[in-house]
Every structure is written in structure tokens, then in C-alpha cells.
């Protein structure tokens, strides 16, 4: 097949019709390449053979007649049909022209007639290749631009989301900062003018050789108030680690049974001496695999609070057991408890409820019990009211 000619492929029942249109092609310079009796034969010729164009006669034996395999040869194959017809009735034009056809030819059909519809039907053709080659063209640019629209917005989402971020963070490590200062000014107050006057004291006591006990009873006290300025430095050092990132936690196997067999007895002659204290320890717990430090921390914090937060007297209620792979440990006191405000802000650092303000406290105890049980990779809750005490729920994964 010569591809620098239109190569035309003529369904025609009629045998001399059909040589007739083989010659006329010819002579104009077109390139003949089948011919087809039928709509069947045609179509699966059209197939092989892939010619320029079609010349379709509608009145065509087969199982469709003309128009219907023009359809089928363009939708299945994307070449141009031209009918071919003797048929002038209005009613087989309107239907031929619903199929949109490259041409339309009435016969008997002469070389000028054939060279125009041909070229012009064929032209089309290109012309509508080349437009929906475009459209392609531009739908796949469309998508593409789509696509980097959609890229780039997601950069611009995530950049935003992490300045918020960012932003956020820079808000909370300021307020952070500003709590630090407020509460080192406020709580370092009492301890170092505590210091301050026994120091001025000792002194007195001294040059005017007073007993030592006098003397001693006030270097207990700035022992005492030092040990309150560390506790509360270890305190604002803990906060930072976590917020950081800079703690490390290091693993260790402790004996939960052994634990609390002596955390029993620190709290009976230590903290809850005061206090009934009703234990429901559960046997052979055995070992827990976590950071001591942290873990002793959050035991001490939530224990600290229950006697801190009841008044003497009252009963503090422990229990602890091993279920599923974890370590359970919940404490309960009838202590002055805490409200729903309350309880949505307890882990907050720096916070202080409302009802505590004449009890002795930073408010960055129960932050840094929280940021502990979550670098351990555990759980705690709280249930509380005003006046029925506070529970905390604490698990922990044994490994």
C-alpha cells in the first residue's frame, strides 16, 4: 500500500458497478485495495487490509446494510465511510446522516464528483484526527497541570502545617518559659528567704554563743529549703528532657513483687503514716522490663498526691496486678477530688486547680507524671468528683 495515496477500499454488491469504481479510482490517482460484496466481508477487510477510506454502498446484503457497517467500521477501526447509493429517498439520507458520514455520493458517480468528496471526506478525517490528537494532547497537559496544582498544593499544605506547627511550638515553649519564670520567682521565694533569715539568725545566735541546738534547728531548715529548690529544679530539668527530647530511657528488669513489698513499707512509715493505707497487691507478678527512674516516678507522683490531697485519717487504696502482658496500678483516695474543668487540665505543666491553692505544690507534678507514663508507652486516666476523691488508672507494657 502506497502511503502517499489515498487508499480506497469499495464495498459494492454489484460486480461491474464495483470494477467501474476500481477504474475511476485509479484514473484520479487514488489507490484501490479491496472490494466487498457484502457488509460482513467488508467489515472484516476493512480490518486487515486498514485502507485510507471507504466507499460504502447502503444498500448491502449482509447481516447490516450499509449504514450499519459504516458504523461499525469507523467505531471499531477509526476510518472515514463515504456512501455510495442510488437510493434518493429522503428517509435512507436522513438515517445515512445520522451516522455523521465523511461524504455523501449520489450515483451514477462521476470522477470529479468521486476526487472532491474523497479529498474533502478524507481531509476531514485528518482534520478530526488531528483535533481529537490535540484534545488528547491537551487533556493529558490539563492532567498533568492537575496533578502539579495538586503536588504543589500538598508542599504548600504540609509547609503551612508545619509552621503552624512550628508556631504553636514557639507559643508553648514561650508560655512555657514565662510559667518557668513566674513559678521560680514565686516558689524559690519562700526556700531562699527562709535561707536568707536563718542564715541572719545563725549568725546572731553564734556571736552571742547561744546553744547549738538553737543553731542546728536552723540549719535544718535551710537543709530543708534547699532540698526544696532542688526538688523543684529537678522538676523544671525533668519538663525540658521531655519536651526536648534529650531523655533517654534505659531498660531495666525489676522485680515488681520485691517493689512493693518495700514501697509498702516506705509508705507506711513514711507519706501515709497519717493514713490507713489498704494494699491489694497481687502475687508473683514478677518482672517488668522498663526505666526505673520513670517508673518510680510516676508510682511516687500519683501516691505523693493521694496523701498530699486527703486529710489524715483517711484511707488510701492501692492495688496492682499483671494482666495480659501488662502491669495495672491504680490508686484511689477520699481526698478533696477534682472537677470535670479540673480533670481536662491536670497534665498541663504549671497547672494548679482552683481548689489547692493553701496546699504546697509547683503544678508540674502531674505533667511530669504524664510525660512519663508516655515515654514508657503506657496508658493512665483519671476519674475524680469535688469531695469523693480522685482514682488514677496507670498500665504499662511489661516489656
Same mark, same amino acid.
Do not use: W
Given at each position: 500500500?502506497?502511503?502517499?495515496? !489515498?487508499?480506497?477500499?469499495?464495498?459494492?454488491?454489484?460486480?461491474?458497478? *464495483?470494477?467501474?469504481?476500481?477504474?475511476?479510482?485509479?484514473?484520479? *490517482?487514488?489507490?484501490?485495495?479491496?472490494?466487498?460484496? &457484502?457488509?460482513?466481508?467488508?467489515?472484516?477487510?476493512?480490518?486487515?487490509?486498514?485502507?485510507?477510506?471507504?466507499?460504502?454502498?447502503?444498500?448491502?446484503?449482509?447481516?447490516?446494510?450499509?449504514?450499519? /457497517? /459504516?458504523?461499525?467500521?469507523? &467505531?471499531?477501526?477509526?476510518?472515514?465511510?463515504?456512501?455510495?447509493?442510488?437510493?434518493?429517498?429522503?428517509?435512507?439520507?436522513?438515517?445515512?446522516?445520522?451516522?455523521?458520514?465523511?461524504?455523501?455520493?449520489?450515483?451514477?458517480?462521476?470522477?470529479?464528483?468521486?476526487?472532491?468528496?474523497?479529498?474533502?471526506?478524507?481531509? $476531514?478525517?485528518?482534520?478530526?484526527?488531528?483535533?481529537?490528537?490535540?484534545?488528547?494532547?491537551?487533556?493529558?497537559?490539563?492532567?498533568?497541570?492537575?496533578?502539579?496544582?495538586?503536588? $504543589?498544593?500538598?508542599?504548600?499544605?504540609?509547609?503551612?502545617?508545619?509552621?503552624?506547627?512550628?508556631?504553636?511550638?514557639?507559643?508553648?515553649?514561650?508560655?512555657?518559659?514565662? $510559667? !518557668?519564670?513566674?513559678?521560680?520567682?514565686?516558689?524559690?521565694?519562700?526556700?531562699?528567704?527562709?535561707?536568707?533569715?536563718?542564715?541572719?539568725?545563725?549568725?546572731?545566735?553564734?556571736?552571742?554563743?547561744?546553744?547549738?541546738?538553737?543553731?542546728?534547728?536552723?540549719?535544718? =531548715?535551710?537543709? #530543708?529549703?534547699?532540698?526544696?529548690?532542688?526538688?523543684?529544679?529537678?522538676?523544671?530539668?525533668?519538663?525540658?528532657?521531655?519536651?526536648?527530647?534529650?531523655?533517654?530511657? !534505659?531498660?531495666?528488669? #525489676?522485680?515488681?513483687?520485691?517493689?512493693?513489698?518495700?514501697?509498702?513499707?516506705?509508705?507506711?512509715? *513514711?507519706?501515709?503514716? &497519717?493514713?490507713?493505707?489498704?494494699?491489694?497487691?497481687?502475687?508473683?507478678?514478677?518482672?517488668?522490663?522498663?526505666?526505673?527512674?520513670?517508673?518510680?516516678?510516676?508510682?511516687? &507522683?500519683?501516691?505523693?498526691?493521694?496523701?498530699?490531697?486527703?486529710?489524715?485519717?483517711?484511707?488510701?487504696?492501692?492495688?496492682?496486678?499483671?494482666?495480659?502482658?501488662?502491669?495495672?496500678?491504680?490508686?484511689?483516695?477520699?481526698?478533696?477530688?477534682?472537677?470535670?474543668?479540673? =480533670?481536662?487540665?491536670?497534665?498541663?505543666?504549671?497547672?494548679?486547680?482552683?481548689?489547692? #491553692?493553701?496546699?504546697?505544690?509547683? *503544678?508540674?507534678?502531674?505533667? !511530669?507524671?504524664?510525660?512519663?507514663?508516655?515515654?514508657?508507652?503506657?496508658?493512665?486516666?483519671?476519674?475524680?468528683?469535688?469531695?469523693?476523691?480522685? #482514682?488514677?488508672?496507670?498500665?504499662?507494657?511489661?516489656?
Amino acid at each position: 500500500m502506497d502511503e502517499n495515496k !489515498i487508499s480506497i477500499y469499495v464495498a459494492e454488491d454489484d460486480p461491474l458497478s *464495483g470494477k467501474m469504481m476500481n477504474i475511476t479510482i485509479k484514473r484520479i *490517482g487514488f489507490e484501490f485495495v479491496g472490494l466487498g460484496t &457484502n457488509t460482513d466481508t467488508a467489515i472484516e477487510e476493512v480490518g486487515e487490509l486498514k485502507p485510507s477510506l471507504v466507499l460504502m454502498d447502503i444498500d448491502m446484503p449482509g447481516t447490516t446494510d450499509g449504514i450499519g /457497517a /459504516a458504523d461499525i467500521i469507523y &467505531n471499531r477501526y477509526k476510518i472515514p465511510v463515504i456512501y455510495v447509493t442510488a437510493n434518493s429517498e429522503d428517509s435512507v439520507f436522513e438515517r445515512a446522516l445520522k451516522t455523521a458520514p465523511f461524504g455523501y455520493i449520489q450515483k451514477p458517480v462521476t470522477r470529479d464528483t468521486l476526487r472532491t468528496v474523497v479529498q474533502m471526506g478524507y481531509t $476531514r478525517h485528518l482534520l478530526d484526527m488531528e483535533l481529537k490528537e490535540k484534545q488528547e494532547e491537551l487533556a493529558s497537559l490539563n492532567n498533568a497541570l492537575e496533578i502539579k496544582v495538586m503536588e $504543589r498544593t500538598r508542599e504548600i499544605e504540609e509547609k503551612n502545617k508545619k509552621l503552624e506547627i512550628a508556631l504553636l511550638r514557639e507559643k508553648e515553649l514561650n508560655e512555657f518559659q514565662s $510559667r !518557668i519564670v513566674t513559678t521560680i520567682s514565686h516558689e524559690f521565694r519562700t526556700p531562699m528567704t527562709t535561707i536568707l533569715s536563718s542564715t541572719e539568725i545563725m549568725e546572731n545566735l553564734i556571736n552571742n554563743d547561744k546553744p547549738k541546738d538553737k543553731v542546728f534547728r536552723h540549719t535544718n =531548715l535551710i537543709k #530543708t529549703s534547699v532540698g526544696e529548690l532542688v526538688e523543684l529544679l529537678n522538676d523544671i530539668l525533668m519538663i525540658e528532657k521531655f519536651d526536648s527530647g534529650k531523655y533517654e530511657v !534505659i531498660k531495666e528488669n #525489676t522485680n515488681l513483687d520485691e517493689y512493693f513489698e518495700q514501697l509498702k513499707f516506705k509508705l507506711e512509715i *513514711g507519706i501515709g503514716k &497519717n493514713h490507713t493505707i489498704d494494699v491489694h497487691f497481687q502475687d508473683a507478678m514478677g518482672n517488668i522490663s522498663c526505666d526505673k527512674k520513670l517508673f518510680s516516678q510516676i508510682l511516687n &507522683n500519683i501516691l505523693s498526691n493521694a496523701f498530699k490531697y486527703s486529710e489524715k485519717g483517711k484511707t488510701v487504696h492501692i492495688d496492682t496486678k499483671v494482666h495480659d502482658e501488662k502491669f495495672h496500678f491504680s490508686v484511689t483516695d477520699e481526698g478533696i477530688g477534682m472537677s470535670e474543668e479540673t =480533670l481536662s487540665m491536670i497534665f498541663d505543666s504549671f497547672y494548679r486547680a482552683k481548689n489547692v #491553692t493553701n496546699i504546697e505544690g509547683t *503544678g508540674m507534678g502531674l505533667s !511530669i507524671l504524664k510525660k512519663s507514663v508516655d515515654m514508657l508507652q503506657g496508658e493512665i486516666k483519671v476519674t475524680s468528683k469535688p469531695g469523693e476523691g480522685s #482514682t488514677f488508672f496507670v498500665v504499662l507494657p511489661l516489656e
